[in-house]
């Protein structure tokens, strides 16, 4: 499940969905609960997801993933 979610947030991305990927990064955060703390690669594997959207120049991309 966890390699099926995060390459399809990364889809998402690569497919221009930017802020569906960061809806979609939420969700899973939301849905992992702190199971996440106990798993950094985890983390550390989704963490790439907002990465990729800190610098957009689109505001509402920036807003999405604050």
Excluded: C, Y
């Amino acid at each position: 499940m966890k390699i099926k979610l995060l390459n399809g947030m990364k889809d998402l991305l690569d497919n221009g969905m930017k802020i569906q990927a960061i809806q979609a990064w939420g969700w899973f955060i939301r849905m992992l609960g702190s199971h996440a703390l106990k798993n950094k690669h985890l983390v550390n594997d989704m963490l790439k997801i907002p990465e990729r959207t800190f610098t957009d120049p689109d505001p509402q991309i920036q807003i999405a993933t604050q």
